[in-house]
């Protein structure tokens, strides 16, 4: 157990719709960052916060958003969804906010999205 | 821009013996981490070892070990006395220094070890 924790596991949505992911970090960690694991793209890094700002953007669609709240927990908002936006979607937590500084990223076991 | 290329999709190996996943990786960049990531059946992400450009030495973690060449731009994984559990995905991973996991991605290796 990584101590990151995802809500929901599982998630089937319509095209059109609009869905939340929700991500606990490990209890300390200040940085949360957002990855999409689909089959046409692998793995993308979306998004990163830092004790509640953005901090660097990957390749995130308009569509998708994102925040971090006071208590460290961050939820990614996909809006107008596609079929194209079926993946995995993992966060992962660290303490750092810049510099690798001997810390390691966390990742949570994903939130797989089906959008029929 | 930086780019991480797995060339193998798949392999497949006895128990015990070892096996050499490769990667390769294009950057402009002198100071950079690389990492290696399992991603078994319950799709948990597992960092497996990781590199950092300006240490000479290899990283060694147990029966994980790389073989880093940054003037090849090369970075593979060795895995020793291999076991049933190290079947998994694979994944090469690059991350400019301070770019806070902004990790760039290799498409990933499937390996199985077979009983």
């Known amino acids: 157990d990584s101590g990151v924790t995802q809500t929901p596991k599982h998630l089937i949505t319509a095209t059109g719709q609009r869905v939340t992911l929700r991500c606990s970090p490990r209890?300390?960690?200040?940085?949360v960052y957002w990855y999409q694991q689909s089959l046409d793209q692998g793995l993308q890094f979306l998004i990163q916060?830092?004790?509640?700002?953005?901090?660097a953007k990957g390749n995130i669609l308009e569509r998708f958003s994102a925040q971090q709240f006071p208590d460290l927990h961050s939820e990614l908002n996909l809006s107008s969804l596609e079929l194209g936006d079926s993946a995995l979607y993992f966060c992962a937590s660290s303490v750092a906010g810049t510099g690798l500084m001997n810390t390691e990223a966390f990742f949570g076991q994903g939130t797989r999205l089906t959008v029929v | 821009a930086q780019t991480v290329t797995q060339s193998q999709p798949e392999m497949s190996v006895q128990e015990a013996e070892t096996v050499t996943l490769s990667c390769t990786y294009d950057t402009s960049e002198s100071n950079y981490y690389l990492f290696w990531y399992k991603q078994p059946p319950s799709r948990q992400m597992i960092l497996v070892i990781r590199q950092e450009a300006y240490k000479q030495q290899n990283a060694t973690e147990n029966r994980f070990s790389v073989n880093f060449q940054k003037a090849a731009k090369s970075f593979s994984l060795k895995i020793s006395d291999s076991q049933l559990g190290d079947t998994a995905m694979y994944f090469c991973a690059f991350m400019k220094q301070r770019s806070n996991y902004q990790l760039i991605w290799g498409a990933g290796t499937k390996l199985i070890i077979k009983p």
């Open positions: 916060y830092y004790n509640g700002e953005e901090r």
């Open positions: 209890s300390g960690d200040l940085s």
